[in-house]
């Protein structure tokens, strides 16, 4: 094989893991947001003995984080488009990971219940730019499709894999760490996605 057409087969291969690499990162963030939601819904007895919620406190720790992002996705989709998809998701995961640190430190129900508000807020502004950044980093129609596919099942699998992972951190660590495994993942991407993704064009 002549010398160029090396250099180009290279070039294609590495450009190809480029993209592999920044679709499982992006992903991940997807995973992460989708399983937050249910991986705190299995620590609340514990959250509510370690703290001393009362019964009706005690809904506001899933609520809070349920209705900052219900409220707020519309506003997040509007940022990524005003501002760039890019920023706006690592601005999002940001706030995420820092709320989650917060949460997980918390030492009383306002403050778990403060944190769960911005850990909604931070969703809010990051998950739309998930897909967003998808098909963006896309080449073709083939790949969009696969990176779709992909999204569907990473957000369908999310609801069990919080289950399953916050009820083994609440058993063998303790609920704090339903909150605090955000930070070290959450740091990890948004260092990926600064190295991986170039930012995306606004639309004022």
């Given amino acids: 094989m002549p010398q160029s057409s090396r250099a180009f087969a290279t070039s294609a291969s590495q ?5 592999g690499l920044a679709l499982a990162v992006i992903l991940g963030a997807q995973l992460m947001l989708q399983m937050d939601f249910l991986i705190v819904m299995v620590a609340l007895p514990q959250i509510q003995i370690d703290l001393g919620f009362s019964a009706a ?12 992002l219900g409220g707020l996705l519309l506003l997040g989709g509007r940022l990524g488009d005003a501002y760039g998809r890019v920023r706006a998701f690592k601005t999002g995961i940001a706030l995420f990971v820092l709320a989650s640190l917060l949460g997980g430190l918390a030492q009383s129900p ?10 909604g807020i931070g969703a809010a502004i990051a998950a739309p730019s998930v897909l967003a950044l998808v098909t963006n980093i896309a080449r073709n129609e083939a790949e969009r499709n696969r990176g779709l596919a992909l999204f569907i099942t990473v957000s369908s699998v999310g609801a069990s894999a919080g ?5 083994a951190l609440t058993q063998y660590l303790s609920w704090r760490w339903s909150l605090l495994i955000n930070v070290p993942v ?5 260092m990926m996605v600064s190295r991986l993704v170039a930012e ?3 639309q004022p």
Avoid: H, K
């Fill in 15 to 19: 450009g190809y893991s480029r993209r």
């Fill in 57 to 68: 406190t005690l809904s506001w720790v899933p609520n809070a984080f349920a209705l900052a």
């Fill in 110 to 119: 306002l403050i778990l219940i403060a944190a769960r508000v911005l850990q």
């Fill in 186 to 190: 959450g740091v990890w991407i948004l």
């Fill in 163 to 167: 289950l399953v992972l916050g009820g």
């Fill in 200 to 202: 995306t064009d606004r």
